[in-house]
């Protein structure tokens, strides 16, 4: 059973910087892709930033682009996402996945286990 643990969420006033890590534990960590996704109040879940398995290319959504980055420690098995120039449109529920692929990465469908999710509030 694979299981994956996010922390690092909390309130941060806008233009200011979170780290959210993800600690993964029961599969080979280094031959899975590592994505992180969100979900801002009331909206769906959307796709933020994903890690390739091999090769660690990266992938991230447009809103995000240039502030944000995904990291992996494939010594630790934790996935990483540095949040910069945090805006209030950030504020989301924030959940790791994971997928033994490394295709498609920026659909809920692509991954098959997922994280219980960290709350980032950002204030203006």
């Known amino acids: 059973q694979v299981q994956l643990v996010e922390s690092g969420g909390g309130l941060v006033q806008a233009g200011g910087s979170l780290r959210l890590s993800c600690a993964a534990s029961g599969r080979s960590f280094s031959s899975s892709s590592m994505g992180w996704f969100r979900r801002p109040p009331g909206k769906e879940r959307e796709f933020v930033a994903a890690?390739?398995?091999?090769?660690?290319?990266?992938i991230y959504a447009d809103s995000v682009k240039g502030r944000f980055a995904i990291s992996r420690d494939n010594a630790k098995n934790t996935v990483y996402l540095q949040m910069n120039r945090l805006k209030p449109e950030d504020t989301a529920v924030y959940y790791c996945a994971t997928t033994p692929y490394g295709i498609r990465l920026t659909r809920d469908s692509d991954y098959n286990y997922w994280g219980q999710g960290t709350q980032v509030t950002v204030s203006s």
């Open positions: 890690v390739r398995r091999s090769g660690g290319d990266t």
